[in-house]
């Protein structure tokens, strides 16, 4: 198995807070990505990184900002969390882009339910 | 949305019969992949195709390509009760990241 991290895995959180889901990774991946995955929609992209301090939007990225100072380690913040914000969120890794035709490697999830 | 759908939605058979599931995606591609997704745990690469592949194989798995129809199938051959799992296309509308579709939940009864 990869050498992925997520924490924590699972979290009950209030409307309004801060949450921050932190992605460890040990492989030296240069791509980290964040997806969500929910009933009926799959899973999506929220954002992702090409490097340290290299990120870009992915498909819903609106509510959540990232973070990457080191290699090994992504950050997902979510400022102010929603109730349409529980979901299941997922870390991956890869060694490079999509276009490139490389495997993409999941962390095992991290639940965030908001009441 | 990049996203691409799968087709069914959900799949039920019998161990020992074949498994298609379909899926179609939007944007011009360099590679189409496959992976699996066993409840409550996280995605697991199958196989993937080349845009200019029309089929490939790895072990029981078969996966066709069309590019013309922006379309793939994964065949699963001699199902077993193991095989019963989610599974995803992702394409990579050739930028730097996979875009998933929905899914195909796969149900196999011994």
């Known amino acids: 198995d990869a050498g992925i991290t997520q924490s924590p895995r699972h979290k009950v959180t209030e409307t309004g807070t801060p949450v921050t889901l932190r992605c460890h990774q040990t492989e030296n991946h240069r791509y980290m990505y964040w997806y969500r995955q929910d009933p009926g929609h799959g899973l999506r992209l929220i954002h992702y990184?090409?490097?340290?301090?290299?990120?870009d939007k992915g498909e819903v990225s609106d509510g959540y900002s990232v973070s990457r100072s080191k290699t090994e380690d992504f950050l997902l913040t979510l400022e102010s969390a929603t109730s349409s914000q529980t979901s299941v969120y997922f870390c991956a890794i890869s060694e490079s882009a999509g276009v490139s035709g490389n495997t993409i490697y999941f962390g095992e999830g991290s639940w965030l339910t908001v009441v | 949305s990049q996203q691409g759908e799968e087709d069914p939605q959900a799949l039920s058979i019998q161990e020992g019969e074949n498994a298609t599931m379909n899926c179609s995606y939007k944007t011009s591609i360099n590679n189409l992949q496959w992976y699996r997704q066993n409840s409550g745990r996280g995605l697991v690469h199958l196989i993937l195709?080349?845009?200019?592949?029309r089929e490939k194989h790895s072990g029981r798995l078969r996966v066709t390509l069309d590019t013309s129809k922006k379309s793939s199938s994964l065949l699963i051959t001699a199902s077993r009760a193991a095989d019963t799992a989610s599974y995803f296309c992702?394409?990579?509308?050739?930028?730097?990241?996979?875009?998933f579709g929905t899914g195909t939940r796969l149900q196999v009864f011994p």
């Open positions: 990184s090409y490097g340290v301090k290299d990120t």
């Open positions: 195709i080349r845009s200019n592949e």
């Open positions: 992702a394409t990579d509308g050739k930028t730097d990241k996979l875009i």
